[in-house]
């Protein structure tokens, strides 16, 4: 029996509709034996050109690059703040000069540090539970946006035992009745930590939500030669502080003295009061720099650094993760996005704990200098190897969607591979009840 014309046109049959192939191959399969070896064996090449297909489509989908920053002014975007509905808050350095803006849903632009002289010196944006961000124009000082409540806005100066310091960062406790603030600052000649409460549940009216709020002292004990950066809420009354320590005496073996840094973490216990928060315990890496310290779903807190990353439990345990990078951002899933340097080949995605490797289908082609997440599409700002501004975004919702190649493949070959595995158990059964 010639085999060659015979199969050819069985083969026609089976992939040319999916009716057509469950009756093709019942047929096949109720040939004589060596056709039944010939369809099995045509069944097994189908999976293994399947799993070839699907896993040559394994790159990360839904990322988009365009050569400019925002949609709503070009520019270089150095931080950043995503609200709902696609409104935004953020620094952009442009042609004019830096600007800070407000851009809503709409996509109506407003100026909100027309009056400020130092943008380029706010290190920091903090958006709070109700959608307002807070920013710190000047020493002594800081100023909410409530972005959601037609743009009012809240200036808070501190001067009560009449030191002068820089606002650094600020993290957010809530509470059931009211609100803590624990601030990173800049004292001059080191730096520290004070408290700001307690503050009203809700920011707006201002008068009511702050008119009891004071802050405290800088902390005593800020740690011999740490350099504080910024700071997260943990748990009730604990807080988690990250920076830098200075080793007297470096390990560089060409200069044996040249001083050295590496990343601290510090547990922070403070709650309302009028007392100073007070540095409880501190955890040494070994390299590297912390440059994300995300709160995740569960409340544990991700500090994410360019050597590795710590994950740090409720009960202050912590768990090194070999996963470098240079910047992150939590997704809606409570998925955590790392993103490596200009060049890199893969992004890692941790779901509960577990890095997972993203492979990208092209390098990396920015540096990135913000990252923010609006409507499940990270977007991750930066500039170019010439320079220029430039954003690359991420799909969060497109791994495994049936828009996606991967996805689309996976559909099709679940669908086929459901077909022929019912032809055949349908023909096994009919085939036990002829010879009963």
Known sequence: ???????????????????????????????????????????????????????????????????????????????????????????????????????????????????????????????????????????????????????????????????????????????????????????????????????????????????????????????????????????????????????????????PAAPTTHPVIGFISWSAGPSAPMLTSIEELDKGDIHSLIRLDNGTILAAGTDSAVHIAKDRTTTNVDVSSVSAVLDEKGAVWLFGSQGSTSLIRMTDGVPEKMPLARPLPLTIETIGLSNDVIYAHGIDSQGEPSTYSVDTLAIGSIESGRGFLNFVFVTAASIVMGVMLWTAVKRLRQNQ
């Open 1 to 255: 029996m010639k085999l060659r014309p015979w199969f050819d046109k069985r083969f026609h049959v089976l992939v040319s509709h999916p009716v057509i192939m469950a009756k093709g191959w019942r047929s096949l399969l109720e040939e004589e034996s060596e056709h039944q070896w010939v369809a099995i064996a045509g069944f097994f090449v189908f999976i293994l050109l399947g799993a070839l297909a699907i896993q040559g489509t394994s790159s990360l989908p839904g990322v988009d690059y365009r050569s400019h920053g925002l949609e709503a002014m070009d520019g270089r975007v150095l931080d950043i703040v995503y609200g709902d509905s696609e409104s935004l808050t953020a620094v952009v350095l442009g042609d004019d000069g830096e600007i800070l803006i407000h851009a809503d849903k709409d996509g109506e632009i407003s100026d909100l540090g027309s009056e400020y002289e130092d943008i380029l010196g706010m290190s920091f944006m903090t958006q709070l539970h109700d959608g307002s961000v807070v920013v710190s124009p000047s020493n002594n000082s800081l100023e909410v946006f409530h972005v959601n409540d037609e743009h009012q806005r809240t200036s808070i100066t501190f001067n009560s035992d009449q030191s002068s310091f820089d606002v650094l960062d600020v993290a957010e406790q809530r509470n059931e009745d009211s609100n803590l603030w624990l601030m990173v600052t800049d004292e001059g000649d080191s730096t520290s930590l004070r408290g700001f409460g307690p503050i009203g549940s809700t920011y707006l009216p201002a008068q009511d939500a702050f008119a009891s709020a004071v802050e405290t002292s800088a902390m005593a004990d800020t740690g011999s030669g740490i350099s504080w950066n910024m700071v997260e809420n943990l748990d009730d009354g604990t807080w988690i502080a990250v920076g830098s320590m200075t080793n007297a005496f470096g390990t560089d073996e060409s200069s």
